[in-house]
């Protein structure tokens, strides 16, 4: 997202709570029930037993007078509990109430503006960087509190209310970014020696970090160019939401194909018997969106077919490549009223890679590795599509495997692989998620985390109204050396009208209760060991499982690997945001650097594809079995398919990232076409090129990882190598968990990144970053 700001905010980040609970008040309101052996396993039913969650929330409920009215609200505790808003937070009941809590918490923020400005005392100087990030503070809980509720609410009225009032911060945002006199007393209070022996590394590191910010914004810069910078901040801010809002949507909702091919083309009758015709009955009407419309992508042998199927599936809106157009050339004009050559060489000041050469060496670098193995894999599809095409085995020798094996082939050559596959070790898909309900899933995750890290996921019931939901489930996390340490908000079923992608949100970040804060009554609180308090974390988990039904009617939220896999990604930021418990929130579990955010949800995925923590977790969701081994070895060697090309295509994004948002974009203001870029980089990396769609206008991250993109590969990277050094051997090792939690985790962005590495690594050559650094991650053994 945005780091031009006095918030340091990484992917999605948000705040706000309600009322003070204290940790002990938030344990007792744990769902407590037994299994016939004794065990408790509520985590596990609260999403694979309905008549088991529906009941327990019928519990947290008293009875209603004859009008319907809610007289009580009793925990199971016994505590009467009223009736609260969205996280808990009494505001928010209504968009109206989402409207006043972004009026007060603008009061307050103009409050401790006059406080700040005004105070000169030596104690005042030396709060100064505290009260910036209570500031800060101030304005996230509204910011990113929004950024979720536009993203996943299902009221339209919340999402309306939620947009304006993010345009609202957002500008008074910018506006303290452009502010001379806080800069200049910032700039004071790091430039005298007797305050900053006062001050703890936490506040020395966020008032450099800060004072970084307002330098990146231009702050020195006349009145004129700081009026530009916020102008352009803000026109990028609603152009680039725009631009995500709409990256689903194709141009055409459907192809139309001559029935006679489709017909001649031998493709499957149980997929055909699906398409429907035009008025004349001339054409099949082909869905570019949905199962259908895949199902014919893996099934069609006509070759025309596929290309045009997957053309139009790839294609986007042209008022959506209008938008990315928008956006690279308004990112490339901010750039250069800020002084830098590219959007680029702006976006990457305080990252692991500073400069945009380092990123493209490191991208060319793991080309170059990757492209071979790459090729060999379209070897073997050549090999499949020369056979299906009744062809020489051996092609003319001028003739190159990149261009002879397409993007529309990938598909339909792995759907023949995997049925020569089966063949010989019969394997299926669904046979494999009977073993892997929802709950068991979350029941393994919970287990694991006990495991390496000492903590659990309780399941708590909500009050009404602090979910927007009804099958939202609250989870707290606990220590057992601390107690709830956070909560995790899990929307993960599908339901009529949600598209989230699958999304982590920080709703709200950890930090300590500032000196003098008494309104606690829109956070949730919890106590360090040492009895002081802190806002607990608040995490929104969002997913799109769908159900299925099993047995004699019952409905259970079954799970393929990739889900899993999914699942346990967002975890990962979760679990970054509950264990990064630094005193100031600027520092606080994901608010570190862009390429380094992604290492611990990566890092999760590695655990997701270990047979033996699916084994563990992995019970027959009828019989309680055991998933067989034997089955997940076939699966998962069946998931690394063409895993060569995947890496490489992810490359290829990087890069096109890179490109759009690098120097050239400057000179080439007036002649940009972004279609004919991504168009002409494809053709120059080859592997799968797509010389034939507007893809690029589908390209989602462009906004949120403009110019960092590279991020996943590069912490995918890292990731390989902690889990080599960490967690191969024993996925379940309570020593490497810890070396984790204590090296990188618990620090958020309070430690340099590099520093992180080389500890938890146990090399410190690497403590310093630079190219040879660089080149030791890019030598992973797999990625």
């Known amino acids: 997202m945005f780091k031009t700001s006095i918030l340091r905010r990484a992917l999605v980040v948000s705040p706000n709570k309600v009322r003070l609970l204290t940790t002990r008040h938030l344990a007792t309101q744990a769902i407590k029930t037994s299994n016939s052996n004794g065990q408790e396993e509520p985590l596990r039913r609260i999403f694979d037993d309905i008549d088991y969650w529906n009941k327990a929330n019928e519990k947290n409920y008293a009875f209603t007078n004859a009008k319907g009215k809610l007289l009580s609200n009793i925990g199971l505790n016994g505590v009467q509990q009223l009736e609260t808003g969205l996280f808990r937070n009494p505001y928010l009941t209504s968009p109206e109430g989402l409207r006043k809590f972004s009026r007060k918490s603008l009061t307050q923020a103009y409050e401790l503006l006059d406080i700040m400005k005004s105070d000169e005392t030596p104690q005042g100087l030396q709060n100064y960087i505290l009260k910036l990030d209570q500031l800060s503070d101030t304005l996230c809980r509204v910011i990113d509190l929004c950024e979720f509720i536009r993203s996943s609410h299902p009221d339209p009225q919340f999402v309306d209310a939620a947009q304006d009032c993010h345009e609202e911060m957002f500008e008074f945002m910018n506006v303290l970014n452009t502010d001379v006199r806080l800069c200049d007393k910032l700039r004071s209070v790091l430039n005298d020696p007797e305050i900053m022996s006062k001050l703890s590394l936490e506040e020395l590191k966020v008032g450099k970090i800060l004072l970084e910010d307002f330098e990146k914004s231009g702050i020195y810069m006349n009145p004129e160019i700081r009026e530009q910078f916020i102008a352009l901040s803000q026109e990028i801010s609603i152009v680039g939401q725009e631009f995500i809002n709409n990256t689903d949507f194709v141009r055409a909702n459907y192809i139309k194909v ?54 139009a599936m790839h294609n986007c809106l042209d008022r959506q490549i209008t938008r990315l157009d928008q956006l690279v050339k308004l990112r490339a004009v901010l750039a250069f009223l800020m002084g830098k050559k590219s959007y680029a060489e702006y976006q990457l000041e305080g990252k692991m890679a500073k400069t945009p050469e380092e990123v493209k060496d490191f991208i060319n670098s793991l080309i170059k590795v990757t492209k071979p193995r790459a090729r060999q894999e379209l070897e073997f599809i050549s090999g499949l599509k020369l056979t299906h095409m009744g062809l020489p085995a051996v092609r003319d020798s001028n003739s190159d495997t990149l261009d002879f094996v397409r993007p529309w082939d990938r598909d339909f050559y792995h759907t023949i692989y995997s049925i020569q596959k089966r063949h010989e070790s019969p394997l299926d898909d669904q046979q494999i998620s009977l073993y892997f309900t929802l709950g068991n899933v979350m029941q393994g995750l919970s287990d694991l985390f006990y495991q390496i890290y000492g903590i659990r996921l ?25 107690g709830v340490i956070g909560v995790v908000y899990c929307d993960l079923f599908e339901r009529a009208g949600k598209t989230t992608n699958p999304s982590h949100f920080t709703v709200c970040c950890s930090r300590q209760i500032y000196p003098g804060e008494n309104d606690l009554s829109t956070i949730q609180v919890g106590t360090n060991k040492d009895g002081t308090s802190f806002q607990l974390p608040i995490i929104s988990l969002v997913c799109n499982f769908a159900s299925s039904v099993v047995s004699f009617g019952n409905s259970l939220c079954l799970l393929h690997i990739s889900e ?49 923590v699916l084994k563990k977790m992995g019970k027959h969701c009828i019989t309680g079995e055991t998933v067989p081994e034997v089955l997940l070895k076939n699966y998962l060697q069946d998931s690394q398919f063409m895993q060569y090309c995947e890496t490489f295509s992810q490359a290829k994004m990087a890069m096109l990232d890179q490109r759009l948002h690098g120097k050239e974009i400057i000179a080439e203001m007036n002649t940009l076409d972004v279609v004919a870029l991504y168009q002409s980089l494809e053709k120059e990396f080859k592997i799968l090129a797509d010389d034939q769609s507007t893809w690029c206008g589908r390209f989602g991250h462009l906004f949120g990882y403009g110019a960092t993109y590279y991020s996943y590969l590069f912490d995918r990277a890292i990731a390989s190598k902690v889990w080599e050094s960490l967690f191969q051997d024993d996925p379940f090792s309570r020593t490497g968990g810890q070396n984790f939690k204590e090296h990188v985790l618990k620090w958020g962005g309070a430690k340099d990144p590099w520093k992180c590495i080389a500890d938890v690594l146990g090399q410190p050559e690497l403590s310093q970053g630079g190219a040879e650094a660089m080149q030791f991650i890019g030598r992973s053994k797999e990625l």
């Open 458 to 482: 309780e399941p708590v019931i909500a009050q009404k109204g602090e979910t927007w939901s009804p099958e939202v489930r609250r989870l707290n996390v606990v220590s057992d050396e601390e």
């Open 258 to 311: 001559d029935c006679e091919t489709i017909d001649k083309s031998g493709i499957n009758q149980l997929i055909l018997s699906q398409l429907s015709k035009d008025i004349k009955g001339k054409y099949y009407k082909i869905p570019t969106h949905g199962y259908i419309g895949y199902s014919v992508l893996r099934a069609c042998p006509d070759e025309g077919v596929r290309k045009q199927l997957w053309t």
């Open 564 to 612: 899993i896999e999914t699942l346990f990604h967002e975890m990962g930021h979760a679990m970054h945001s509950m264990l990064g418990r630094t005193r100031l929130q600027n520092l606080s579990g994901t608010r570190c650097a862009t390429d380094f955010v992604e290492l611990p949800s990566i890092l999760m995925e590695h655990f997701a594809k270990d047979i033996r």
